[in-house]
């Protein structure tokens, strides 16, 4: 009887494995969000894309082994509080985001929860990180340096618009980058000896054709456009340009490819493909405070030379060989 009922046991447990294997609870998957303060895209291909596919280049799965979450504030930052709150609850592992009140608004509910931020003009004036080798607290990833970069772009506005008498700067009354944006430009304006610029600040993209007017009217003979969604697509911005016969320039080359004159920053996709590594090594254990902030290695100067003809400029031959990608 013994054996019968050992045997039985054998039996019964070798049944009865597999179920409660099955029973035991699964690896929990890793979720990761994107919080942008702008619409999401229209079309075509969204640069958080080539975070999710560099991703997806060292192993990670949307659905297998990776969930993602997207949440857009449509250019309206008094949103981003509420989609920050919603995150946290869901919850997630880590926040990507572009922008600063973004991320400050994930800070102000958690200093806990990692966060990768990617375009960031200044993230120490911005007070996001300590440092850009030691960030401290729970934010980490990369920089665009748009406002160190201040001098460079004023400097290439002279050379392409040799007579211009004052350069108009475009900005976002709200955004949090704008003050250091305009201390820096001010900053390396009198250094390049430049009259005064023209800074005109708008709450609204609805505001921006009048702001194109008031920039005819103060006789600016350039205009140089801040990196933020929260002035609208940069289609209408560049066409807005052509329209005043303003020579404008951006920090990202997408402005050129769209038909504004000339831009010249980091290369953006390299930007938002190195954010996975950031996101990688997070969910791998890695700590946000002892991960040095990344600075951008590679700049692009792109020149629309069919908008060039169109304003009838003359773009310098030593710019010309300099470029990177002239668009014809």
Same mark, same amino acid.
């Given at each position: ?35 942008? +303060?702008? /619409?999401? /895209? ?9 975070? +999710? ?73 911005? *007070? ?33 618009? /040799? ?43 609805? *505001?921006?054709?009048?702001?194109? +007017? ?115």
């Amino acid at each position: 009887m013994r054996r019968i009922g050992l045997a039985v046991v054998v039996a019964l447990s070798l049944t009865l494995a597999p179920l409660v294997s099955e029973a035991q609870p699964s690896e929990k998957m890793p979720r990761i969000a994107f919080l942008h +303060v702008g /619409p999401p /895209p229209a079309s075509g291909p969204s640069p958080l894309g080539l975070t +999710v596919k560099r991703l997806r280049e060292i192993g990670y799965e949307e659905g297998r082994n990776l969930a993602v979450e997207y949440r857009w504030a449509d250019g309206k930052i008094d949103r981003l509080p509420g989609l920050a709150a919603e995150l946290l609850r869901l919850p997630v592992d880590v926040i990507i985001s572009a922008d600063t009140d973004a991320i400050l608004a994930v800070r102000r509910l958690s200093p806990k929860i990692p966060i990768v931020m990617t375009v960031i003009a200044d993230p120490v004036g911005s *007070e996001l990180v300590a440092s850009l080798a030691r960030p401290g607290g729970n934010t980490t990833g990369l920089t665009i340096m748009s406002s160190e970069l201040a001098g460079k772009r004023l400097e290439l506005l002279k050379l392409i618009v /040799p007579r211009a008498a004052r350069v108009a700067v475009l900005a976002h009354r709200d955004h949090r980058p704008t003050a250091q944006l305009i201390r820096e430009t001010e900053t390396a304006a009198q250094a390049l000896k430049l009259p005064a610029l023209y800074i005109v600040q708008v709450r609204d993209p609805n *505001e921006i054709e009048s702001a194109f +007017v008031s920039m005819i009217q103060a006789r600016a003979g350039a205009l140089f456009i801040q990196n933020t969604d929260l002035l609208g697509p940069l289609r209408p911005l560049a066409a807005l340009a052509i329209k005043h016969r303003l020579p404008a320039m951006h920090p990202f080359k997408a402005f050129a490819e769209v038909g504004g004159l000339v831009a010249y920053g980091p290369n953006l996709d390299d930007v938002w493909r190195r954010a996975a590594t950031y996101v990688d090594k997070i969910l791998k254990g890695a700590k946000p405070a002892d991960l040095p902030v990344e600075q951008p290695t590679k700049f692009e100067l792109v020149i629309n030379l069919k908008t060039a003809k169109t304003l009838g400029l003359t773009i310098p031959q030593m710019l010309l060989l300099r470029a990177d990608q002239l668009i014809e």
